[in-house]
Nanobody
Framework: VQLQASGGGLVQTGDSLRLSCAPS????????MGWFRQAPGKEREFVAA????????YYADSVKGRSTISRDNARNTVYLQMNSLKPDDTAVYYC????????????????????WGQGTLVTVSS
C-alpha cells in the first residue's frame, strides 16, 4: 500500500485548505485512516482520524472545531478540510492508514498505523 498526500501549500492566517490522501495497492483492508503533522523542530503529532464505517471522527484538541476529516469509502480516499488556519498549523502533514479498526483511545498513537504517506507541506503565514 502506498499513500499519496496532496493539497498542501502556502496560505495566510484565516485561510482554508483541503488535504487529500489517496492510497494505491491493496487498499481494501484499510480500516482506519488519519492525519499526523510535524512542525519544524517538533515531534510528530496526531491531527485527526476516521474509520471506514461506524466510527466517529476523532480530532486533536488543537484542530477540533476548525477541521473536518472525511472519507470516500469507494475510493478509500481521506480528506482533511482545515479552516481558520493559524501559523501554528504550519507543518508537514502525513497521511497514515491502519489495517486495524482502531478505537478512539488508539487513534492518536502513530505506532498503530501500518502505512504512511510522504507528507505534504502546509505553511501558514501571519
Amino acid at each position: 500500500v502506498q499513500l499519496q498526500a496532496s493539497g498542501g501549500g502556502l496560505v495566510q492566517t484565516g485561510d482554508s485548505l483541503r488535504l487529500s490522501c489517496a492510497p494505491s495497492g491493496l487498499t481494501s483492508g484499510l480500516c482506519t485512516m488519519g492525519w499526523f503533522r510535524q512542525a519544524p523542530g517538533k515531534e510528530r503529532e496526531f491531527v485527526a482520524a476516521i474509520r471506514r464505517a461506524f466510527g466517529t471522527p476523532y480530532y486533536a484538541d488543537s484542530v477540533k472545531g476548525r477541521s473536518t476529516i472525511s472519507r470516500d469509502n469507494a475510493r478509500n480516499t481521506v480528506y482533511l478540510q482545515m479552516n481558520s488556519l493559524k501559523p501554528d498549523d504550519t507543518a508537514v502533514y502525513y497521511c497514515a492508514a491502519s489495517s486495524g479498526c482502531l478505537i478512539s483511545s488508539s487513534y492518536s498513537s502513530d505506532i498503530r498505523y501500518n502505512y504512511w504517506g510522504q507528507g505534504t507541506l502546509v505553511t501558514v503565514s501571519s
